[in-house]
């Protein structure tokens, strides 16, 4: 069990550009979430899978930005047309049902 | 509405105890959390507590919840140096039971002076 990995860690980026995060989670948890936390709060909820099911989203999720988790393994966010208002840390999170949420270590975006 | 409020920072000497408040404010909230978060890692998991308890003891750590006043705490016993951290109280709001949803609070740093 090697935990939750996010790709990349740190992502800059010009303001327009799409960028595409990807996350893989602890192998046997069913449940994926995306986070984004911005600095100085605590992470705020963007949307969860179970298995390859997209089954809540956020009102922060604005129609730029797009999650897939296509085999109910591995998980992409994309944003599209990046906004400075994008820069943050995207945190993922897994777990099975009712379980523990375990986080990983996020990817921190800087839309220039 | 669901919204959980904390204290920004709280500075204490080794070998204190740390108090973290926070308040939340939907009372129908079935779990309560602790998470840490230190530089460059993940948020961790420390402790929960579940809404018809009203003390919860791990180790160094008591959670204590009042459910009247909609308030948890986090006490950390013998503060180290390496607990200095980020502090951060999460629900998980009814409705969200199936779902594993978290709302947090905007963070606690405590900073552990040697």
Redesign the interface.
Known sequence: DTGVSQNPRHKITKRGQNVTFRCDPISEHNRLYWYRQTLGQGPEFLTYFQNEAQLEKSRLLSDRFSAERPKGSFSTLEIQRTEQGDSAMYLCASSRLGGEQFFGPGTRLTVL | GED?EQSLFLSVREGDSSVINCTYTDSSSTYLYWYKQEP??????LTYIFSNMDMKQDQRLTVLLNKKDKHLSLRIADTQTGDSAIY?C?ESPPGSSN?????????TTLQVKP
């Open positions: 959980v460059g890692a993940g948020l961790q998991l951060f999460a779902t594993g949803k978290l709302i947090f609070g905007q963070g």
